[in-house]
């Protein structure tokens, strides 16, 4: 499994300004970033998994978006023209990210698996929290920054796309 060590490593290796911030308490999921660390959760950024079943197969997709404004299972499936979405199995957010399931970093993701990022995170430079794989642990680092290091189709998650609306990003595989 991947940790903040190797985060920032890998951060450091890409002269990446950041910081890792140990947490007051521990977490159990991305979702409690915002109470952990007295911040809004608009500058706290979480990796949503969902298992996806298109004609061609089942398949996990990242979805990375702050944590005030999750992503919905109907946006995702009219975006990838899906037949169901559902929120994966912790065995596959373990399997298919290498972090444990409720705390993936957007970071260091494999190549094989498909990444959507929310556009909104687009628009801002500011700091953002990020979860490392550690229950105690969290990333500092700018939005742009952390964008521009996150292989991912960015897409507009605002809206409900209808079902028969064709996939603006094919799943990898």
Not at 81 to 110: I, M, Q
């Amino acid at each position: 499994m991947k940790d903040a060590l190797a985060i920032h490593r890998w951060l450091l290796a890409h002269q990446v300004h950041h910081e890792i911030v140990r947490l007051p308490r521990a977490m159990t999921c991305s979702d409690e970033l915002p109470e952990v660390l007295s911040a809004s959760p608009e500058i706290c950024v979480g990796v949503t998994v969902f298992e996806v079943t298109t004609r061609i197969g089942r398949e996990p997709v990242a979805v990375v978006a702050s944590v005030g404004s999750p992503p919905r299972p109907g946006v995702i499936g009219g975006i990838l023209a899906a037949r169901r979405v559902r929120p994966a199995p912790a065995f596959t957010v373990n399997s298919a990210t290498d972090y444990a399931s409720g705390l993936v970093c957007p970071l260091l993701l494999p190549a094989t698996l498909t990444v959507l990022v929310d556009e909104r995170l687009t628009r801002t430079a500011t700091p953002v929290y990020v979860p490392t794989g550690e229950r105690r642990m969290a990333l500092l680092i700018r939005a742009d920054h952390l964008l521009t290091l996150v292989s991912g189709k960015i897409v507009n998650l605002t809206r409900q796309g209808s079902r028969g609306e064709p996939a603006t990003f094919p799943l990898a595989g």
